[in-house]
């Protein structure tokens, strides 16, 4: 049987918030801690802009921590007609680098979808204003065991074999990984100074990367 490729359609947006609690590890506390990453910067008004914003969930809790030079780019114009909007909304597959620069680019859950991860990846890093930050969230490249882990998270969640499986087939050339060390590389090679994980469930990895003063113990 074929199944048809994932896609974030009308469906997807629907179901968006229940799919992000049942099959994203970490969901919650990582948009948390974007926001405690974000207040600990100590900008004033930064420029904030939310890379995959979807429904604009990322988005709503940062409006409600007071930051208001909000931004949020998705390429699905049914996810973004759903979307929280209070915020400068944009539909583009490519890094909208003619609004920047922008002090601080959340990325999370979002390059994976992206095959030109490279090229979106040096976009963002030209449009870093000096001293910003980028936080990146990504399901990386993981073998059986660890993956069975995450698969663990989803049936805790109530998801059932039928569902890991048709969503498995469905990502399959949607959704690609690439290594941890990958993206360690590929950021220092860009430029950040500092390149460190704040965050790790299962396949899931938080990077922060910027311009951060690094403290040696
Ligand atoms: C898992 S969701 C991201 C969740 C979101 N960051 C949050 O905090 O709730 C992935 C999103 O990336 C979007 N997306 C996929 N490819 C994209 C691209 N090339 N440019 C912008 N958004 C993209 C999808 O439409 C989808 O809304």
Do not use: C
Not at 106 to 117: K, T
Not at 200 to 215: C, M, Q, S, W
């Amino acid at each position: 049987m074929t199944v048809k490729k994932w896609e974030f359609d009308q469906a997807a947006a629907e179901n968006f918030a229940a799919i992000a609690r049942r099959e994203i590890p970490d969901y919650q506390r990582v948009i948390d801690l974007t926001i405690n990453i974000i207040r600990k910067l100590g900008l004033a008004n930064p420029k904030i802009i939310d890379v995959g914003s979807a429904i604009g969930t990322t988005l709503q809790a940062l409006y409600a921590a007071g930051f208001r030079n909000l931004y949020g780019v998705d390429s699905s114009a049914e996810m973004l007609a759903r979307s929280f909007d209070k915020a400068t909304l944009l539909q583009s597959n490519t890094f909208p680098e003619d609004h920047g620069p922008y002090d601080v680019i959340i990325a999370n859950w979002v390059l994976h979808f992206i095959p030109e991860r490279e090229t979106y990846l040096q976009a963002i890093r030209r449009s870093l204003a000096p001293g910003g930050v980028l936080i990146l969230t990504e399901k990386v490249a993981a073998g059986e065991l660890a993956n069975e882990l995450y698969y663990d998270f989803k049936r805790a969640n109530g998801v059932s074999e039928a569902e890991i499986a048709i969503k498995k087939q469905r990502l399959q050339g949607v959704l690609t990984t690439l290594p941890l060390e990958w993206y360690l590389v590929q950021l220092r090679e860009l430029g950040f100074r500092a390149v460190e994980v704040v965050n790790a469930n299962t396949v899931f990895v938080t990077l922060l990367a910027g311009a951060l003063h690094v403290e040696h113990d």
